[in-house]
T-cell receptor
């Protein structure tokens, strides 16, 4: 069983739609990262969460530590949001980050 | 805003050759990491480095790999004798003393022929 799982694997949305990407993990963590990977391959860190909720512009990330689940929401989606969104768990007492398989999002005008 | 930089952005090499991938972490960061992503697969942890020592490494990080901080600014990943399966995107990351978040570089795309 993968330690970090995401759903859905692929997502196509119309511009303006509200989008949710889910992440579940099976390991103890000190932090949960949401990252965006552009078509060219570069990675950008969006959020680091250890509890609760964070908001940045149209992006909202939430985490439920008890349920080992996190969600990334995008409000009023736009074609420039098209990318792969990756959930990654930073394991308790360890440095390494375990990456999920990513969710490929395509927002159509 | 400070950022992690990596050079080169792309590298093509022949199987068996040595390659050195370079990273310049954010200047006040003390923890450094290398990750790789084989095309179509998820990102995988290779190694973490602190205080001039490897603090953790994955099973991928075998004897053909080494890391070094040759001076106060660079952090390098050396692959001694490249194999076809080393073809991947290699990402460097760094974090400060809190280790609360890791900042990623743009990656080096390595192609081994």
């Amino acid at each position: 069983k993968n330690e970090v799982e995401q759903s859905p694997q692929n997502l196509t949305a119309q511009e303006g739609e509200f989008i949710t990407i889910n992440c579940s993990y099976s390991v103890g963590i000190s932090a949960l990262h949401w990252l965006q990977q552009h078509p060219g391959g570069g990675i950008v860190s969006l959020f680091m969460l250890s509890s609760g909720k964070k908001k940045h512009g149209r992006l909202i990330a939430t985490i439920n530590i008890q349920e080992k689940h996190s969600s990334l929401h995008i409000t009023a989606s736009h074609p420039r949001d098209s990318a792969v969104y990756i959930c990654a768990a930073q394991k308790t007492s360890y440095d390494k980050v375990i990456f999920g398989p990513g969710t490929s999002l395509s927002v159509i005008p | 805003e400070p950022e992690v930089t990596q050079t080169p952005s792309h590298q093509v090499t022949q199987m068996g050759q040595e390659v050195i991938l370079r990273c310049v972490p954010i200047s006040n960061h003390l923890y450094f990491y290398w990750y790789r992503q084989i095309l179509g697969q998820k990102v995988e942890f290779l190694v973490s480095f602190y205080n001039n020592e490897i603090s953790e490494k994955s099973e991928i990080f075998d004897d053909q790999f080494s890391v070094e901080r040759p001076d106060g600014s660079n952090f390098t990943l050396k692959i001694r004798s490249t194999k076809l399966e080393d073809s991947a995107m290699y990402f460097c990351a760094s974090s400060d003393t809190t280790r609360q978040t890791q900042y990623f570089g743009p990656g080096t795309r390595l192609l081994v022929l």
